[in-house]
């Protein structure tokens, strides 16, 4: 079956713009999060959406945003850009949220490179 | 606080055992993950720890849990080129069901 698919791959944008990335999960999954990676910096946690619904937010300015369609896909806006993120986004899907199991393993997309100029 | 904390890197020769250590906050925490990503590519999931475990191992990969210590570490036999990558580890933690990341180790192997 496919896997996570993000778009886009890269994206160029200049201070002050807004963007908006999207995840589409595998199919099934009810369950995607976003992450911020930047070097030395590891994975930061933005924030998970399960059904539709935001389940846990991390701590991010509210100029990140996220929402979650029915069939599961998810987008995350950015307003007003800041150089500062600058980093590659990653989008993870999982078959359920909440307790921690054997069978909850997080899969994760190749990410959207986004860089601010 | 929540930190999980990993070396950023580590350097083996190719052939030798590679240890990728990792310390953690929650003792709460039921799974411990690690996880794998190589150049351009997203992170896969390589193995994971129950916290009633001690140690795991899956062909070249054991995994010790030291609870007392919050202490976790990934040992890879016989390192291979091919093992050139950024290793996570992560704990699920049970009280807010987030997964919390470390920044990372990058190994990286020579000949």
């Known amino acids: 079956k496919a896997g996570v698919t993000q778009t886009p791959r890269y994206l160029i944008k200049t201070r002050g713009q807004q963007v908006t990335l999207s995840c589409s999960p595998i199919s099934g999954h009810r369950s995607v999060s976003w992450y911020q990676q930047t070097p030395g910096q590891g994975l930061q946690f933005l924030f998970e959406y399960f059904s539709e619904t935001q389940r846990n937010k991390g701590n991010f300015p509210g100029r990140f945003s996220g929402r979650q369609f029915s069939n599961s896909r998810s987008e995350m806006n950015v307003s007003t850009l800041e150089l500062g993120d600058s980093a590659l986004y990653l989008c993870?899907?999982?078959?359920?949220?909440?307790?921690?199991?054997?069978?909850?393993?997080?899969?994760f997309g190749q990410g959207t490179r986004l860089t601010v100029v | 606080g929540e930190d999980v904390e990993q070396s950023l890197f580590l350097s083996v020769r190719e052939g030798d055992s590679s240890v990728i250590n990792c310390t953690y906050t929650?003792?709460?925490?039921?799974?411990l993950y690690w996880y794998k990503q190589e150049p351009g590519a997203g992170l896969q999931l390589l193995t994971y720890i129950f916290s009633n475990m001690d140690m795991k191992q899956d062909q070249r990969l054991t995994v010790l849990l030291n609870k007392k210590d919050k202490h976790l570490s990934l040992r890879i036999a016989d390192t291979q080129t091919g093992d050139s990558a950024i290793y996570f580890c992560a704990e699920g933690q049970d009280s807010n069901y987030q997964l919390i990341w470390g920044a990372g180790t990058k190994l990286i192997i020579k000949p």
């Open positions: 929650d003792s709460s925490s039921t799974y």
């Open positions: 993870a899907s999982s078959l359920t949220s909440g307790q921690f199991s054997m069978n909850t393993e997080a899969f």
